[in-house]
Protein backbone atom coordinates (compact mmCIF):
# COMPACT_ATOMS: atom_id res chain seq x y z
CA UNK A 1 0.00 0.00 0.00
CA UNK A 2 1.37 3.46 -0.58
CA UNK A 3 1.68 6.03 2.00
CA UNK A 4 -1.25 8.47 1.45
CA UNK A 5 -3.36 6.60 -0.37
CA UNK A 6 -7.24 6.22 1.66
CA UNK A 7 -9.10 2.65 1.20
CA UNK A 8 -11.19 3.00 -2.35
CA UNK A 9 -14.63 2.50 -1.75
CA UNK A 10 -17.11 1.25 -3.63
CA UNK A 11 -18.00 4.09 -5.82
CA UNK A 12 -15.33 6.26 -6.09
CA UNK A 13 -12.29 3.80 -6.08
CA UNK A 14 -8.65 4.83 -4.15
CA UNK A 15 -7.82 8.39 -3.82
CA UNK A 16 -4.24 9.87 -3.09
CA UNK A 17 -3.85 12.13 -0.41
CA UNK A 18 -1.12 14.66 -2.48
CA UNK A 19 -0.06 16.36 0.65
CA UNK A 20 1.30 13.28 2.04
CA UNK A 21 2.74 11.80 -1.16
CA UNK A 22 4.97 15.11 -1.44
CA UNK A 23 5.46 15.46 2.56
CA UNK A 24 7.09 11.91 2.48
CA UNK A 25 9.00 12.08 -0.99
CA UNK A 26 12.73 12.91 -0.85
CA UNK A 27 14.78 15.64 -3.29
CA UNK A 28 13.83 13.99 -7.09
CA UNK A 29 15.08 14.59 -10.36
CA UNK A 30 12.14 16.66 -10.93
CA UNK A 31 12.69 18.53 -8.29
CA UNK A 32 15.87 19.49 -9.42
CA UNK A 33 14.00 20.29 -13.00
CA UNK A 34 11.74 22.55 -11.58
CA UNK A 35 14.43 24.53 -9.79
CA UNK A 36 16.23 24.94 -13.22
CA UNK A 37 13.05 25.97 -14.91
CA UNK A 38 11.72 28.18 -12.56
CA UNK A 39 15.47 29.82 -11.84
CA UNK A 40 16.20 29.99 -15.56
CA UNK A 41 12.27 32.30 -15.42
CA UNK A 42 13.93 34.62 -12.83
CA UNK A 43 17.02 34.94 -14.74
CA UNK A 44 15.97 36.69 -17.55
CA UNK A 45 13.34 38.41 -15.24
CA UNK A 46 16.22 39.75 -13.40
CA UNK A 47 18.19 40.48 -17.01
CA UNK A 48 15.50 42.68 -18.11
CA UNK A 49 14.35 44.16 -14.93
CA UNK A 50 17.73 45.48 -14.30
CA UNK A 51 18.51 46.84 -17.05
CA UNK A 52 17.40 50.48 -16.71
CA UNK A 53 19.64 50.73 -13.70
CA UNK A 54 22.72 49.67 -15.86
CA UNK A 55 21.70 51.86 -18.76
CA UNK A 56 20.82 55.03 -16.67
CA UNK A 57 24.03 56.32 -17.13
CA UNK A 58 24.05 56.65 -21.11
CA UNK A 59 19.96 57.65 -20.69
CA UNK A 60 20.68 60.04 -18.84
CA UNK A 61 23.07 61.82 -21.41
CA UNK A 62 21.59 60.82 -23.99
CA UNK A 63 17.90 61.81 -23.05
CA UNK A 64 19.50 65.09 -21.03
CA UNK A 65 17.58 63.36 -17.73
CA UNK A 66 17.35 65.58 -15.07
CA UNK A 67 17.76 64.21 -11.46
CA UNK A 68 13.67 64.32 -10.72
CA UNK A 69 13.41 62.18 -14.18
CA UNK A 70 15.90 59.94 -13.18
CA UNK A 71 13.75 58.65 -10.36
CA UNK A 72 10.41 58.42 -12.34
CA UNK A 73 12.47 56.51 -15.34
CA UNK A 74 13.82 53.97 -12.30
CA UNK A 75 10.46 54.17 -10.44
CA UNK A 76 8.86 53.55 -13.66
CA UNK A 77 9.00 49.94 -13.22
CA UNK A 78 8.66 49.07 -9.71
CA UNK A 79 5.06 50.91 -10.03
CA UNK A 80 4.48 48.70 -12.65
CA UNK A 81 5.80 45.49 -10.60
CA UNK A 82 4.04 46.84 -7.34
CA UNK A 83 0.47 46.44 -9.53
CA UNK A 84 1.49 43.53 -11.09
CA UNK A 85 2.30 41.29 -8.24
CA UNK A 86 -1.34 41.80 -6.60
CA UNK A 87 -3.20 41.18 -10.51
CA UNK A 88 -0.50 38.08 -11.30
CA UNK A 89 -0.78 36.32 -7.94
CA UNK A 90 -4.43 36.48 -7.75
CA UNK A 91 -4.94 34.82 -11.25
CA UNK A 92 -2.01 32.32 -10.23
CA UNK A 93 -4.41 31.46 -6.98
CA UNK A 94 -7.77 31.65 -10.15
CA UNK A 95 -6.38 30.12 -13.02
CA UNK A 96 -2.89 28.42 -12.09
CA UNK A 97 0.40 29.61 -11.80
CA UNK A 98 1.40 27.69 -15.58
CA UNK A 99 -0.58 30.37 -17.53
CA UNK A 100 0.47 33.07 -15.92
CA UNK A 101 4.02 32.71 -15.71
CA UNK A 102 3.81 31.55 -19.42
CA UNK A 103 1.98 35.15 -20.23
CA UNK A 104 4.07 37.30 -17.95
CA UNK A 105 7.23 36.07 -19.77
CA UNK A 106 5.82 37.22 -23.19
CA UNK A 107 4.65 40.34 -22.02
CA UNK A 108 8.29 40.84 -20.53
CA UNK A 109 10.00 39.73 -23.89
CA UNK A 110 8.12 41.76 -26.32
CA UNK A 111 8.00 45.11 -23.90
CA UNK A 112 11.68 44.68 -23.05
CA UNK A 113 12.31 44.52 -27.53
CA UNK A 114 10.56 47.65 -27.82
CA UNK A 115 11.94 49.51 -25.06
CA UNK A 116 14.96 49.81 -27.09
CA UNK A 117 12.90 52.07 -29.32
CA UNK A 118 12.40 54.44 -27.03
CA UNK A 119 13.48 58.11 -27.75
CA UNK A 120 11.57 60.18 -25.06
CA UNK A 121 11.57 60.07 -21.28
CA UNK A 122 8.16 60.06 -21.72
CA UNK A 123 8.28 56.86 -23.67
CA UNK A 124 10.81 55.21 -21.57
CA UNK A 125 8.61 55.61 -18.81
CA UNK A 126 5.47 54.12 -20.12
CA UNK A 127 7.36 50.95 -21.67
CA UNK A 128 9.20 50.28 -18.21
CA UNK A 129 6.02 50.81 -16.75
CA UNK A 130 4.44 48.39 -18.49
CA UNK A 131 7.12 45.99 -18.22
CA UNK A 132 6.93 45.70 -14.56
CA UNK A 133 3.61 44.77 -14.94
CA UNK A 134 4.93 41.27 -16.49
CA UNK A 135 8.14 41.22 -14.13
CA UNK A 136 6.23 41.82 -11.21
CA UNK A 137 3.13 39.17 -12.10
CA UNK A 138 5.32 35.82 -12.27
CA UNK A 139 7.55 36.32 -9.41
CA UNK A 140 4.82 35.26 -6.40
CA UNK A 141 3.63 32.54 -9.17
CA UNK A 142 6.84 30.84 -9.87
CA UNK A 143 7.83 30.74 -5.45
CA UNK A 144 4.22 29.16 -5.36
CA UNK A 145 4.87 26.29 -7.60
CA UNK A 146 8.37 25.29 -5.98
CA UNK A 147 6.84 25.60 -2.29
CA UNK A 148 4.14 23.49 -3.29
CA UNK A 149 6.18 20.80 -4.39
CA UNK A 150 9.45 21.08 -2.37
CA UNK A 151 9.88 18.44 0.26
CA UNK A 152 9.89 19.73 3.84
CA UNK A 153 12.85 21.66 5.21
CA UNK A 154 13.52 22.51 1.05
CA UNK A 155 10.79 25.43 0.26
CA UNK A 156 12.18 28.50 1.43
CA UNK A 157 15.50 27.52 0.41
CA UNK A 158 13.65 26.86 -3.07
CA UNK A 159 12.70 30.11 -3.39
CA UNK A 160 16.07 31.48 -2.20
CA UNK A 161 17.50 29.86 -5.10
CA UNK A 162 15.28 30.42 -7.67
CA UNK A 163 15.42 34.39 -6.72
CA UNK A 164 19.69 33.73 -7.06
CA UNK A 165 18.12 33.43 -10.73
CA UNK A 166 16.85 36.84 -10.40
CA UNK A 167 20.19 38.35 -8.72
CA UNK A 168 22.19 36.82 -11.25
CA UNK A 169 20.00 38.27 -13.92
CA UNK A 170 20.27 41.18 -11.94
CA UNK A 171 24.19 40.73 -12.41
CA UNK A 172 24.36 39.86 -15.73
CA UNK A 173 22.28 43.02 -16.46
CA UNK A 174 25.57 44.88 -15.85
CA UNK A 175 28.04 42.74 -17.33
CA UNK A 176 25.66 42.38 -20.87
CA UNK A 177 25.51 46.35 -20.91
CA UNK A 178 29.10 46.83 -20.70
CA UNK A 179 29.64 44.55 -23.56
CA UNK A 180 27.00 45.71 -25.90
CA UNK A 181 26.65 49.52 -25.24
CA UNK A 182 30.12 50.78 -26.87
CA UNK A 183 28.66 49.28 -30.15
CA UNK A 184 25.00 48.93 -30.05
CA UNK A 185 24.11 51.76 -27.76
CA UNK A 186 21.83 51.06 -24.52
CA UNK A 187 19.05 50.68 -27.42
CA UNK A 188 21.08 47.48 -28.41
CA UNK A 189 21.11 46.21 -25.03
CA UNK A 190 16.99 46.05 -24.62
CA UNK A 191 17.09 44.61 -28.04
CA UNK A 192 19.15 41.78 -27.62
CA UNK A 193 17.81 40.83 -23.88
CA UNK A 194 14.50 41.29 -24.84
CA UNK A 195 15.12 38.84 -27.91
CA UNK A 196 16.64 36.39 -25.67
CA UNK A 197 13.24 35.99 -23.06
CA UNK A 198 11.11 35.68 -26.04
CA UNK A 199 13.20 32.69 -26.68
CA UNK A 200 12.60 31.52 -23.35
CA UNK A 201 9.15 32.27 -23.66
CA UNK A 202 9.10 29.45 -26.31
CA UNK A 203 11.09 27.05 -24.37
CA UNK A 204 8.35 27.32 -21.54
CA UNK A 205 5.70 26.39 -23.44
CA UNK A 206 6.92 22.26 -23.61
CA UNK A 207 8.90 22.75 -20.15
CA UNK A 208 6.67 24.47 -17.75
CA UNK A 209 4.42 22.27 -15.53
CA UNK A 210 2.09 23.25 -13.47
CA UNK A 211 1.38 22.80 -9.04
CA UNK A 212 0.16 19.49 -8.31
CA UNK A 213 -0.93 21.43 -4.88
CA UNK A 214 -2.97 23.85 -6.93
CA UNK A 215 -4.95 21.49 -9.32
CA UNK A 216 -5.77 18.82 -6.09
CA UNK A 217 -6.52 21.88 -4.22
CA UNK A 218 -9.01 22.89 -6.95
CA UNK A 219 -10.04 19.80 -8.09
CA UNK A 220 -9.44 19.53 -11.53
CA UNK A 221 -9.70 16.62 -13.60
CA UNK A 222 -7.64 13.74 -12.20
CA UNK A 223 -6.29 13.21 -15.47
CA UNK A 224 -4.74 16.34 -15.53
CA UNK A 225 -3.21 15.16 -11.96
CA UNK A 226 -1.94 11.85 -12.67
CA UNK A 227 0.62 12.84 -14.97
CA UNK A 228 2.80 15.43 -12.78
CA UNK A 229 2.23 12.99 -9.71
CA UNK A 230 4.25 10.10 -11.56
CA UNK A 231 6.56 12.93 -12.63
CA UNK A 232 7.45 12.89 -8.95
CA UNK A 233 7.77 9.52 -8.43
CA UNK A 234 7.00 7.10 -11.83
CA UNK A 235 6.50 3.57 -9.91
CA UNK A 236 3.14 5.20 -7.72
CA UNK A 237 1.42 4.32 -11.01
CA UNK A 238 -1.10 7.51 -10.67
CA UNK A 239 -3.66 7.11 -12.94
CA UNK A 240 -5.42 4.51 -11.33
CA UNK A 241 -6.29 6.63 -8.80
CA UNK A 242 -9.87 8.69 -9.34
CA UNK A 243 -9.37 11.11 -6.22
CA UNK A 244 -6.43 13.22 -5.22
CA UNK A 245 -6.73 15.59 -2.11
CA UNK A 246 -5.24 17.69 0.39
CA UNK A 247 -5.51 16.49 4.34
CA UNK A 248 -3.31 19.51 5.38
CA UNK A 249 -5.34 22.21 3.92
CA UNK A 250 -8.41 24.14 4.74
CA UNK A 251 -10.77 25.11 1.99
CA UNK A 252 -11.23 28.47 0.69
CA UNK A 253 -14.53 28.53 -1.02
CA UNK A 254 -15.00 32.03 -2.09
CA UNK A 255 -12.67 33.05 -5.27
CA UNK A 256 -13.01 36.61 -4.60
CA UNK A 257 -9.37 38.97 -4.28
CA UNK A 258 -11.17 40.17 -0.94
CA UNK A 259 -12.15 36.63 0.33
CA UNK A 260 -8.33 35.08 -0.48
CA UNK A 261 -6.94 38.48 1.06
CA UNK A 262 -9.05 38.03 4.40
CA UNK A 263 -7.27 34.21 4.72
CA UNK A 264 -3.82 36.13 5.13
CA UNK A 265 -5.06 37.57 9.07
CA UNK A 266 -6.66 34.28 10.16
CA UNK A 267 -5.31 33.26 13.48
CA UNK A 268 -1.58 33.91 13.90
CA UNK A 269 -1.41 35.18 10.53
CA UNK A 270 -3.31 38.46 11.99
CA UNK A 271 0.43 38.67 12.83
CA UNK A 272 2.54 37.27 10.83
CA UNK A 273 1.42 39.37 7.71
CA UNK A 274 2.25 42.57 8.36
CA UNK A 275 5.12 41.80 9.73
CA UNK A 276 6.05 40.06 6.48
CA UNK A 277 5.19 43.12 5.07
CA UNK A 278 7.16 45.27 7.34
CA UNK A 279 10.00 43.31 7.08
CA UNK A 280 9.97 42.90 2.97
CA UNK A 281 9.25 46.64 2.99
CA UNK A 282 12.67 47.46 4.94
CA UNK A 283 14.59 44.90 2.89
CA UNK A 284 13.11 45.79 -0.80
CA UNK A 285 13.71 49.86 0.17
CA UNK A 286 17.43 48.99 1.24
CA UNK A 287 17.95 46.58 -2.34
CA UNK A 288 16.14 48.67 -4.53
CA UNK A 289 18.07 51.75 -3.65
CA UNK A 290 21.02 49.80 -4.05
CA UNK A 291 20.22 48.31 -7.32
CA UNK A 292 18.53 52.34 -8.66
CA UNK A 293 20.80 53.88 -7.86
CA UNK A 294 24.02 52.21 -6.75
CA UNK A 295 26.00 52.87 -10.01
CA UNK A 296 25.05 56.56 -9.96
CA UNK A 297 26.27 56.98 -6.24
CA UNK A 298 29.45 55.30 -7.02
CA UNK A 299 30.07 57.61 -10.05
CA UNK A 300 29.20 60.50 -7.61
CA UNK A 301 32.02 59.36 -5.07
CA UNK A 302 34.45 59.06 -8.04
CA UNK A 303 34.26 55.53 -9.81
CA UNK A 304 33.86 55.32 -13.87
CA UNK A 305 30.45 53.92 -14.78
CA UNK A 306 31.56 50.36 -15.79
CA UNK A 307 33.97 50.06 -12.57
CA UNK A 308 30.12 51.13 -10.60
CA UNK A 309 28.84 48.27 -13.22
CA UNK A 310 31.30 45.53 -12.67
CA UNK A 311 30.91 46.46 -8.48
CA UNK A 312 27.21 46.31 -8.94
CA UNK A 313 27.24 42.84 -10.30
CA UNK A 314 29.61 41.40 -8.30
CA UNK A 315 27.65 42.35 -5.18
CA UNK A 316 24.47 41.27 -6.61
CA UNK A 317 25.76 37.91 -7.17
CA UNK A 318 27.42 37.14 -4.37
CA UNK A 319 24.72 38.44 -1.89
CA UNK A 320 22.35 36.13 -3.55
CA UNK A 321 24.80 33.00 -3.18
CA UNK A 322 25.83 34.28 0.26
CA UNK A 323 21.94 34.22 0.55
CA UNK A 324 21.43 30.44 -0.48
CA UNK A 325 24.14 29.09 1.94
CA UNK A 326 22.39 31.38 5.01
CA UNK A 327 18.89 30.03 3.97
CA UNK A 328 20.34 26.17 3.61
CA UNK A 329 21.61 26.78 7.46
CA UNK A 330 18.96 27.98 9.17
CA UNK A 331 15.69 26.82 7.46
CA UNK A 332 14.94 24.87 9.93
CA UNK A 333 15.79 26.78 12.88
CA UNK A 334 13.53 29.56 12.04
CA UNK A 335 13.79 32.66 10.27
CA UNK A 336 15.74 34.88 13.56
CA UNK A 337 18.76 33.43 11.91
CA UNK A 338 18.07 34.87 8.60
CA UNK A 339 18.86 38.00 10.95
CA UNK A 340 22.49 37.85 10.88
CA UNK A 341 23.22 39.44 7.27
CA UNK A 342 21.21 42.59 7.31
CA UNK A 343 23.19 43.09 11.18
CA UNK A 344 26.14 42.53 10.25
CA UNK A 345 25.65 44.69 6.96
CA UNK A 346 24.25 47.89 9.59
CA UNK A 347 28.10 48.72 10.26
CA UNK A 348 29.24 48.45 6.90
CA UNK A 349 26.53 51.08 5.27
CA UNK A 350 27.20 52.90 8.57
CA UNK A 351 31.36 53.19 8.15
CA UNK A 352 30.55 54.67 4.55
CA UNK A 353 27.52 56.67 5.57
CA UNK A 354 29.16 58.34 8.18
CA UNK A 355 32.69 58.63 5.94
CA UNK A 356 35.23 56.53 7.89
CA UNK A 357 36.41 55.12 4.84
CA UNK A 358 39.99 55.51 3.09
CA UNK A 359 40.94 55.21 -0.77
CA UNK A 360 42.14 51.83 0.03
CA UNK A 361 39.24 50.28 2.03
CA UNK A 362 36.18 52.05 0.36
CA UNK A 363 35.67 49.71 -2.86
CA UNK A 364 36.20 46.15 -0.25
CA UNK A 365 33.33 48.01 1.96
CA UNK A 366 31.34 49.06 -0.37
CA UNK A 367 31.25 45.49 -1.52
CA UNK A 368 30.86 43.61 1.65
CA UNK A 369 27.89 46.17 2.50
CA UNK A 370 26.45 45.15 -0.80
CA UNK A 371 26.81 41.24 -0.58
CA UNK A 372 25.48 41.58 2.90
CA UNK A 373 22.15 43.57 1.95
CA UNK A 374 21.75 41.39 -1.30
CA UNK A 375 22.04 37.90 1.38
CA UNK A 376 19.35 39.25 3.63
CA UNK A 377 16.91 40.49 0.77
CA UNK A 378 17.35 36.59 -0.03
CA UNK A 379 16.70 35.38 2.39
CA UNK A 380 13.57 37.73 3.15
CA UNK A 381 11.90 37.02 0.22
CA UNK A 382 11.64 32.95 0.80
CA UNK A 383 10.08 33.91 3.74
CA UNK A 384 6.88 35.36 1.78
CA UNK A 385 4.28 32.62 0.75
CA UNK A 386 5.50 29.57 3.18
CA UNK A 387 3.29 30.25 5.53
CA UNK A 388 0.28 30.29 4.02
CA UNK A 389 -2.31 27.61 2.28
CA UNK A 390 -2.03 26.78 -1.44
CA UNK A 391 -5.18 27.94 -2.44
CA UNK A 392 -4.04 31.59 -0.95
CA UNK A 393 -0.56 31.15 -1.60
CA UNK A 394 0.05 33.37 -4.81
CA UNK A 395 -2.27 35.77 -3.01
CA UNK A 396 0.06 35.39 0.00
CA UNK A 397 3.40 36.32 -2.02
CA UNK A 398 1.40 38.91 -4.20
CA UNK A 399 0.89 40.90 -1.37
CA UNK A 400 4.15 40.66 0.03
CA UNK A 401 5.59 42.04 -3.39
CA UNK A 402 2.82 44.03 -3.72
CA UNK A 403 4.47 46.00 -0.13
CA UNK A 404 8.43 45.43 -1.33
CA UNK A 405 7.26 47.04 -4.92
CA UNK A 406 5.84 49.78 -3.19
CA UNK A 407 9.62 50.40 -1.41
CA UNK A 408 10.80 49.89 -4.81
CA UNK A 409 8.85 53.15 -6.26
CA UNK A 410 9.49 55.02 -2.91
CA UNK A 411 12.99 54.54 -3.20
CA UNK A 412 14.56 56.10 -6.40
CA UNK A 413 11.92 59.19 -6.04
CA UNK A 414 13.29 59.68 -2.18
CA UNK A 415 16.95 58.89 -3.21
CA UNK A 416 16.09 61.58 -6.34
CA UNK A 417 15.45 64.14 -4.18
CA UNK A 418 17.35 63.73 -1.16
CA UNK A 419 20.34 61.81 -1.84
CA UNK A 420 21.89 62.39 -5.38
CA UNK A 421 22.82 66.46 -5.47
CA UNK A 422 26.43 66.16 -4.06
CA UNK A 423 29.12 63.90 -1.98
CA UNK A 424 26.92 64.63 1.27
CA UNK A 425 23.68 63.31 0.11
CA UNK A 426 25.05 60.49 -1.09
CA UNK A 427 26.56 59.67 2.02
CA UNK A 428 22.95 60.09 3.66
CA UNK A 429 21.58 57.51 1.31
CA UNK A 430 24.05 55.12 3.25
CA UNK A 431 22.98 56.02 6.76
CA UNK A 432 19.04 55.51 5.31
CA UNK A 433 20.20 52.26 4.55
CA UNK A 434 21.87 51.57 7.71
CA UNK A 435 18.42 52.29 9.37
CA UNK A 436 16.59 50.01 6.31
CA UNK A 437 18.64 47.24 7.86
CA UNK A 438 17.77 48.04 10.71
CA UNK A 439 14.31 47.95 10.45
CA UNK A 440 15.01 43.84 8.57
CA UNK A 441 16.42 43.01 12.14
CA UNK A 442 13.70 44.10 14.14
CA UNK A 443 10.68 42.16 12.01
CA UNK A 444 12.86 39.17 11.15
CA UNK A 445 12.90 38.57 15.10
CA UNK A 446 9.22 39.07 15.68
CA UNK A 447 8.61 37.19 12.70
CA UNK A 448 10.58 34.01 14.11
CA UNK A 449 8.21 34.49 17.65
CA UNK A 450 5.29 33.86 15.66
CA UNK A 451 6.35 31.70 13.27
CA UNK A 452 6.76 29.14 17.03
CA UNK A 453 2.95 30.01 17.56
CA UNK A 454 1.90 29.27 14.07
CA UNK A 455 3.87 26.24 13.95
CA UNK A 456 2.15 24.97 17.53
CA UNK A 457 -1.32 25.89 16.38
CA UNK A 458 -0.82 23.82 12.98
CA UNK A 459 0.26 20.44 15.01
CA UNK A 460 -2.37 21.02 17.49
CA UNK A 461 -5.18 21.53 14.09
CA UNK A 462 -3.30 18.42 12.71
CA UNK A 463 -3.47 15.74 16.01
CA UNK A 464 -7.28 17.01 16.91
CA UNK A 465 -7.88 16.30 12.84
CA UNK A 466 -5.82 12.58 13.24
CA UNK A 467 -7.87 12.07 16.96
CA UNK A 468 -11.49 12.54 14.69
CA UNK A 469 -13.66 9.81 14.30
CA UNK A 470 -13.13 8.72 10.50
CA UNK A 471 -15.86 7.73 8.22
CA UNK A 472 -16.59 4.17 7.44
CA UNK A 473 -15.81 3.01 3.98
CA UNK A 474 -18.50 2.22 2.27
Known sequence: MVDGVAQPDHAQGPTLDVAKF????????FHVQLLLICSLVTFFDGLDFSLISFTLPYLETDMSLSEGMLGYVSSAAFLGQMIGSLIGSYLADIYGRRPVILWCTVLSAVLTFVTGFANTPEMLIALRLAGGLAIGGLLAPAWSVNIESMPPGRKATAVTIIMLGFSAGGAAAGQVTNFLVDDYGWQGVFFVCGAATGLLAILLQFTMPESVRWLAAKGKDPARIAPLINRFEPRIRAERYTGFTLSDERKVAKESPWAKSAELFRGTLAWITPIIWFTYFCSSFAIYLKSSFGVLFLTRLGLDAKEAANIGSISGISGAVLGVLLLM?????????????????????????????????????VLFGGILIGAGHAAVISLTSIYYPSAVRATGGGWASFMAKFAAVTAPLLAAQWFLSNRREVLDGYLFTALCLAGVVIGLMALA??????????????????????PAAG
Request: no cysteine; hydrophobic share 50%; proline share 9%.
Open 449 to 470: HYARRLKAEETAEAEALAAAPQ
Open 22 to 29: LHDLPFTR
Open 329 to 365: MTERRGPGWIAAAPLIGVPAALVIGLDLFTEATFIPT
